[in-house]
């Protein structure tokens, strides 16, 4: 390079956006050329000035805007997953299992309070077997009465028991004779 | 990073991809929350729109999602994704402009594109002249940026505003030294017509 003339813009431009990694070997004009190198700096500055401006302008943005982002962008990935339902089970039990640990005497009363409706619709539930039973019971002596009685039932048996000793007593026997007369 | 923090890294989110796979699905907000900003910050340097930018980022997440299990390991996440973002920016820009591309986007760069943080204002201690100049260099160097192909975009970003090396742009890229080298100068050269006047 010719060190007395000025740099050109596509030197000046490679001076300030270079196109490899390894930084260039400074010109011997722009170590001593004031002009040039207020050429070079007032490219550098607009650039980092630009850069600066692109970079600032995302990072002031406000945490709700990052919040909001990823939820939204979750939401639709959330959407796409063909596994959710199963993930959103586990998620679940999980928020669960730490809200337990988070507040056991919470945790312990509400299992109380399970276990009573339990204990309360078991008996509930038996009550009505029994009115179930006793139904059934009903239908069957309703059954029972348009059928001759089996002999073996206790009742029956007293009644006979009662009526034979009423046939022995004479007196008695005498009235009905006498009143069918 | 360090070698060994770097290889942690790896191995972290090769177990909280295997996770993913697997079908736990939450676990894949550990990529979103980690990289949604450097993204976001890739694709908004590309276009230059806060909401397509913020809309292209999703994009990218949902794509790498329905993608994974294409996704070998062969090279690290993040860099996977920024070829996925890449490709999704290249498609935005196709879908958004069909025809009249360029005149539009001069029009939008009209107000010296996005807006300065304070920390980057250049009122800050020089002179109002080179305020002005640096303000006009800084909206040709955007303008020669919009006026790239989008893979040309990409990689002139990737080495000037993201300091990826070469090696790394290949890696997001899947091209070679040679052509990387080659779409940088071009890339220059429009650059330096743009800036021609300055001479």
Known sequence: ?181 | MTEDARAAKLSREAEILSRVVAGDVDAFEYFVTTYQKRITRFVYTLLRDSTDADGVAQDVFVKAFRALPEFKGQSAFETWLTRIAINAVRDHVRRRKPVVFFSELRDDLNDDGPELPAAFDPADGTSPERDLLSRDIRRRIAEALVALSPRQRAIFVMKHYEEKSIAEIGAATGLDEGTIKSHLFRAARKLRERLEDLR
Not at chain 1, 32 to 53: I, K
Not at chain 1, 78 to 93: L, N
């Open chain 1, 1 to 181: 390079m010719n060190a007395t003339r000025h740099l050109t813009s596509d030197e000046i431009v490679e001076r300030v956006f270079p196109g490899d990694d390894r930084p260039a070997a400074v010109p011997e004009h722009l170590a001593t050329c004031v002009a040039c190198q207020e050429r070079v700096a007032t490219l550098r500055e607009a650039w980092l000035l630009d850069r600066g401006a692109v970079s600032g302008a995302v990072d002031d943005l406000p945490a709700a805007f990052w919040e909001a982002q990823a939820a939204a962008t979750m939401a639709v990935v959330r959407a796409e997953a063909p596994e959710e339902v199963a993930v959103a089970d586990v998620r679940v039990f999980a928020s669960r299992m730490r809200g337990i640990l988070r507040h056991p005497a919470l945790a312990v009363s509400s299992l109380v309070a399970a276990l009573l409706l339990v204990a309360g619709l078991s008996r509930l539930h038996s009550s009505s077997t029994a009115l179930v039973v006793r139904t059934a019971a009903v239908k069957n002596s309703e059954t029972r009465e348009k059928t001759p009685a089996p002999v073996t039932d206790a009742s029956d048996d007293e009644l006979l028991v009662s009526v034979d000793r009423a046939l022995e007593d004479s007196s008695l026997a005498g009235f009905i004779v006498e009143e069918t007369l």
